[in-house]
């Protein structure tokens, strides 16, 4: 199988690692890639968002299957342009990328499947906001209409915050407060069929503790020991089977990766957010921990065929990732550092690119990662510390408590 992957990030090098191991993936190209990416894929030129150049891209490298890293292509119609040729691609239509594309997309097709979700309202203007801030209350949830690399979202008791938030952004899904801590599955589906991959979790403010502003995901570790036993169960037949069957019956069916990011309420799994590829940076945790090829789970998803797919199997222990940030990060990046230490196994590579003489440099906010499994969640914790301990880049910054808590048992779901 000849696959060429679409994107450039720390998912994409974690999808390429996976791709790359997978024997049945004869040949790998990744476009554009990034400096990790290379040592396992050839690299090609490509604007990831152009649905022509990634079509005739796929035809030229006689790919059997491309794969979509990243949210934009999609909600660019991407997919959509690389099946119009006869070729297989992991990634939903335009259409169904909708559900990542407008949260109140996602909320109305979770409104008509039943989903169980927060309760929301799409605003316009200042007076609807203010409505709908004074019907839910403090901590007040304000997210931008559309697409912001997870970065559109404030959570916050500060009313005046939270009006302001709305007013930059325009057009805003308010929604009532979830509490509980956050759990985020992917699953594999072709429209019909639909395979759950282990259960994560990921750390989405900047600084330890939760505080600070909200990035792309600054950490994650999987499996979850404190997750409700049938959590990934519930969650299938509450949510992902509802889901996929209202996409089926608007004629956008939805085949590709559903990241359905939840929040384990006292009154049970809530749906925070559908996303419609790979999550970053829990991709890294959970992918290292897949024993299942990689390509071939893939190709069965992209090709209608994911119900004669083999039950996965899975690596035993633990993984975890820490993200080591650029200066600056997320209000305002530093790139162009240069970055020792970071070319060893285990290092996912996102934010990097490499000069003509071999010097590394950051290219992003989120730079790098260091990704460790071991043979429990302490292990997998001090191993992924010790590979970012060993990274030099000026001004850097990465979390100190990434997986601690579920380490020392202390993540209890409130009720
Ligand atoms: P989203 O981009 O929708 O995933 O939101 C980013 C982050 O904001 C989530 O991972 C949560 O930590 C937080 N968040 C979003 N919606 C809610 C909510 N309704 N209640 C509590 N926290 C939320």
């Given at each position: 199988m000849r696959v060429l992957l679409v994107g450039g990030g720390g998912r994409e090098h974690a999808l390429a690692l996976g791709l790359a191991g997978d024997p049945a993936v004869e040949a790998l190209v990744a476009a554009p890639g990034n400096p990790g990416i290379a040592a396992v894929a050839e690299l090609r030129e490509v604007t990831p968002t152009d649905p022509a150049a990634v079509a005739a891209l796929a035809v030229e490298v006689a790919a059997d299957l491309v794969v979509i890293g990243p949210e934009a292509p999609l909600v660019a119609g991407v997919a959509d342009a690389v099946r119009a040729k006869g070729i297989a691609v992991f990634g939903p239509s335009a259409e169904a990328a909708r559900l990542e594309g407008s949260k109140t997309f996602a909320k109305d097709v979770m409104t008509a499947a039943g989903v169980p979700t927060a309760r929301a309202y799409t605003c316009e203007d200042a007076s609807a906001v203010a409505q709908a801030l004074?019907?839910?209350?403090?901590?007040?949830?304000?997210?931008?209409?559309?697409?912001?690399?997870?970065?559109?979202?404030?959570?916050?008791?500060?009313?005046?915050?939270?009006?302001?938030?709305?007013?930059?952004?325009?057009?805003?899904?308010?929604?009532?407060?979830?509490?509980?801590?956050?759990?985020?599955?992917?699953?594999?589906?072709?429209?019909?069929?639909?395979?759950?991959?282990?259960?994560?979790?990921?750390?989405?403010?900047?600084?330890?503790?939760?505080?600070?502003?909200?990035?792309?995901?600054?950490?994650?570790?999987?499996?979850?020991p404190w997750a409700p036993p049938n959590l990934v169960d519930d969650v299938m037949r509450d949510v992902v089977h509802p889901t996929l069957a209202e996409l089926r019956r608007r004629g956008t069916p939805f085949a590709g990766l559903l990241y359905v990011g939840l929040a384990i309420t006292p009154s049970g799994p809530r749906v925070i957010e559908f996303n419609a590829r790979f999550g970053d940076p829990e991709t890294q945790v959970v992918l290292a921990l897949l024993e299942t090829p990689l390509g071939g789970l893939l190709h069965a998803a992209a090709t209608g065929t994911l119900g004669a797919h083999p039950p996965l199997r899975w690596r035993d222990g633990a993984a975890v990732t820490v993200v080591v940030a650029a200066d600056g990060y997320p209000a305002g990046p530093r790139t162009g550092d240069v970055i020792t230490g970071a070319d060893r196994a285990g290092i996912i590579h996102a934010g990097t690119r490499r000069d003509a003489d071999g010097t590394l440099r950051s290219a992003g906010g989120r730079v790098l990662c260091g990704t460790a499994t071991g043979p429990d969640l302490a292990a997998a914790r001090d191993a992924a510390y010790a590979l970012v301990r060993d990274v030099e880049l000026a001004g850097s910054h990465h979390r100190t408590d990434i997986a601690a808590a579920a380490v020392d048992g202390r993540i209890t779901i409130p009720g």
């Open positions: 004074d019907e839910f209350g403090a901590p007040y949830v304000v997210k931008d209409d559309g697409l912001a690399a997870g970065k559109g979202v404030v959570v916050t008791d500060d009313r005046a915050a939270a009006e302001r938030h709305a007013a930059e952004c325009g057009r805003v899904v308010i929604e009532e407060y979830l509490s509980g801590p956050e759990v985020s599955l992917f699953v594999v589906t072709d429209g019909e069929a639909a395979v759950p991959l282990l259960p994560a979790q990921d750390f989405k403010r900047v600084g330890d503790g939760d505080t600070g502003p909200n990035t792309g995901g600054m950490g994650a570790y999987a499996p979850l």
